[in-house]
Nanobody, 123 residues
Framework: VQLQASGGGLVQAGGSLSLSCEAS????????MGWFRQAPGKEREFVGA????????KYADSVKGRFTASRDNGKNTAYLQMSSLKPEDTAVYYC?????????????????WGQGTQVTVSS
């Protein structure tokens, strides 16, 4: 499966942004979807994940209550809705896919990755 992330941009603190991850090559319904981010000089970190059906979701503590992961399998697209953004949310955001199974937060356990989209939050 190939993944194409989009929707990043520049937003002021407190604002909102929605990321999309469009899949091609295989039905997205075969995969659990994860979102990760990497800030300059920092390691990649887990942000959120949604299982193949959309019924199960996990979030990092740092984004819980502010970010929402979702998906539309009919459109072969996953989403990350981000609100109440903070400057520390600034990073390149990646979507990733993993053959459906147990929900995991470790990036190494995801098989397919999108190219990343930059999110910059100004103070």
């Amino acid at each position: 499966v190939q993944l194409q992330a989009s929707g990043g941009g520049l937003v002021q603190a407190g604002g909102s942004l929605s990321l999309s991850c469009e899949a091609s090559g295989r039905p997205l319904s075969s995969y659990d979807m994860g979102w990760f981010r990497q800030a300059p000089g920092k390691e990649r970190e887990f942000v959120g994940a949604v299982n193949w059906s959309g019924a199960v979701k996990k979030y990092a503590d740092s984004v819980k209550g502010r970010f929402t992961a979702s998906r539309d399998n009919g459109k072969n697209t996953a989403y990350l809705q981000m609100s109440s953004l903070k400057p520390e949310d600034t990073a390149v955001y990646y979507c990733a896919a993993r053959t459906m199974g147990i929900m995991v937060t470790e990036g190494a356990r995801y098989n397919y990755w999108g190219q990343g989209t930059q999110v910059t939050v100004s103070s």
